[in-house]
């Protein structure tokens, strides 16, 4: 009886199969963060 009640989640097997990929797509968006903002820059300019 608290409130706000407390829920917890956690991921199934099938979900925890995927933070390999999750993982490999963050250390992608760390590497390529730099030209990604470039790049978004120049895209913002054309507009």
Known sequence: ?????KTE?????FGNSLLPLLSQINEWGMDHSESV??????LEEEV
């Open 37 to 42: 903002k470039e790049r978004l820059q120049e």
């Open 9 to 13: 989640y956690q991921l199934t097997a």
């Open 1 to 5: 009886d608290v409130y706000p009640k």
